[in-house]
Nanobody
Framework: QVQLVESGGGLVRAGDSLRLSCAAS????????MAWFRQAPGKGREFVAA????????YSADSVKGRITISRDNAKNTVFLQMNSLKPEDTAVYYC?????????????????WGQGTQVTVSS
């Protein structure tokens, strides 16, 4: 089992930056993929970015490349989502997810473990 806890969300203004954290505990594997998804009110769950734990390979959605990046701290079992130049359309609940796979999936159904989510609100 893996437990995931997100933190770092909050209310910011357009153009500001935020760094979200996802702390993993319990049984983790180097083959795991950890990802960030987000869900705005009335919208489906959207893939944001993912990192493969074994080699650190990352992949981000085209819509956020160059502005939102994922990284990891192996020693702390923590994944980060650095978000710069935030826009009102980034407003959503951001979820951390983990999948015991070497493949980075951009759909949410393959992911076995989920955090509780952290709210990000960007005002114009």
């Amino acid at each position: 089992q893996v437990q995931l806890v997100e933190s770092g969300g909050g209310l910011v203004r357009a153009g500001d930056s935020l760094r979200l954290s996802c702390a993993a505990s319990g049984r983790t594997f180097s083959s795991y993929v950890m990802a960030w998804f987000r869900q705005a009110p009335g919208k489906g769950r959207e893939f944001v970015a993912a990192v493969r734990w074994s080699d650190g390979r990352t992949y981000s959605a085209d819509s956020v490349k160059g502005r939102i990046t994922i990284s990891r701290d192996n020693a702390k079992n923590t994944v980060f989502l650095q978000m710069n130049s935030l826009k009102p359309e980034d407003t959503a609940v951001y979820y951390c997810a983990a999948d015991d796979s070497k493949i980075i999936f951009t759909t949410y159904t393959p992911y076995d473990y989920w955090g509780q989510g952290t709210q990000v609100t960007v005002s114009s």
